[in-house]
T-cell receptor
């Protein structure tokens, strides 16, 4: 089945040690999103890619970076994780086309739960 | 005031009950999404609405664009429906999320 896959599902990293989270999709969607969700809170958009165009949210810390080497894969890099970065990180994709104002469903991955020790 | 407000925040129901979750928003939108999240899990898209009503199994979603209001109904609720239900509104390519309604359905 076509889907959004996130690896790993659980990641433990040390304070200050760089970590990379992975997302892949078989839906051939051109938009990919990274969200951060802390306990009992709504997901917060960090950034999204519209094809290769990177769109950063104004309040996303510089500590968070992203790469999208091709349509299928997108990575979230946390350069120096702090204790406050412990959260669930959700990847989502959407088939929204270029220049359209139409709305498309977002398909979410299962998430990666990051623990910072 | 949040751009997306959900009510109630928490809801407990007995198996078989009819459930309604409400969502109000204050911004212009191109669509409204209802999402489901099980504890510790990822998010599943239930509905995307821009007008009217949609039905999928025991779930029904309605939207009134003029009143900026949407409802999610669950008929004949079951314990497996226990989850957090999130309303999210879409403008351009971005979603703005409500804080969710935590539903617990007991036997």
């Amino acid at each position: 089945d076509a889907m959004v896959i996130q690896n790993p599902r659980y990641q433990v990293t040390q304070f200050g040690k760089p970590v990379t989270l992975s997302c892949s999709q078989t839906l051939n969607h051109n938009v990919m999103y990274w969200y951060q969700q802390k306990s009992s809170q709504a997901p917060k958009l960090l950034f999204h890619y519209y094809d290769k165009d990177f769109n950063n949210e104004a309040d996303t810390p510089d500590n968070f970076q992203s790469r999208r080497p091709n349509t299928s894969f997108c990575f979230l890099d946390i350069r120096s994780p702090g204790l406050g970065d412990a959260a669930m990180y959700l990847c989502a994709t959407s088939g929204q086309g270029t220049g359209t104002s139409g709305s498309y469903e977002q398909y979410f991955g299962p998430g990666t739960r990051l623990t910072v020790t | 005031k949040n751009e997306v407000e959900q009510s109630p925040q928490n809801l407990t129901a007995q198996e078989g009950e009819f459930i309604t979750i409400n969502c109000s928003y204050s911004v212009g939108i191109s669509a409204l999404h209802w999402l489901q999240q099980h504890p510790g899990g990822g998010i599943v898209s239930l509905f995307m609405l821009s007008s009217g009503k949609k039905k999928h199994g025991r779930l029904i979603a309605t939207i009134n664009i003029q009143e900026k209001h949407s409802s999610l109904h669950i008929t004949a609720s079951h314990p497996r429906d226990s989850a957090v239900y999130i309303c999210a509104v879409q403008a351009a390519s971005k979603l703005t999320f409500g804080t969710g309604t935590r539903l617990q359905v007991t036997l």
